[in-house]
């Protein structure tokens, strides 16, 4: 089985930062691409940002500039680095991967992290 597990959430004052992590493990064949998500009551998770199996990154708008995604792929983790936070950072945040389970022909699926609540307040 594949498992994500994270941590680094919490409180931090507007201005601030934390940084995410999510380890992955189990029978992995492939991670393709991980990324980090968000989702407050009320709305649809949303994508934070992405990254590809060879380093290509991708952010959503409202985080450009500001979160970096990264990647060990010899530890199968995945980090996400917020800086110049903000209240509407306030979110619960997951971790995904697209992952290729026990051999090359195994099954591929995104797997979910069990969300990590992060609070941006003065």
């Known amino acids: 089985q594949v498992q994500l597990v994270e941590s680094g959430g919490g409180l931090v004052q507007p201005g601030g930062s934390l940084r995410l992590s999510c380890a992955a493990s189990?029978?992995?064949?492939?991670?393709?691409?991980m990324g980090w998500y968000r989702q407050v009551p009320g709305k649809e998770r949303e994508l934070v940002a992405t990254?590809?199996?060879?380093?290509?990154?991708d952010y959503a708008d409202s985080v450009k500039g500001r979160f970096t995604i990264s990647r060990d792929n010899a530890e199968n983790t995945e980090y996400l680095q917020m800086n110049s936070l903000k209240p509407e950072d306030t979110a619960v945040y997951y971790c995904?991967?697209?992952?290729?389970?026990?051999?090359?022909?195994?099954?591929?699926?995104?797997?979910w992290g069990q969300g990590t609540q992060v609070t941006v307040s003065s």
């Open positions: 995904n991967a697209l992952i290729t389970a026990v051999s090359r022909r195994g099954p591929r699926n995104d797997y």
């Open positions: 189990g029978s992995i064949y492939r991670i393709n691409t």
């Open positions: 990254i590809t199996s060879s380093s290509g990154t």
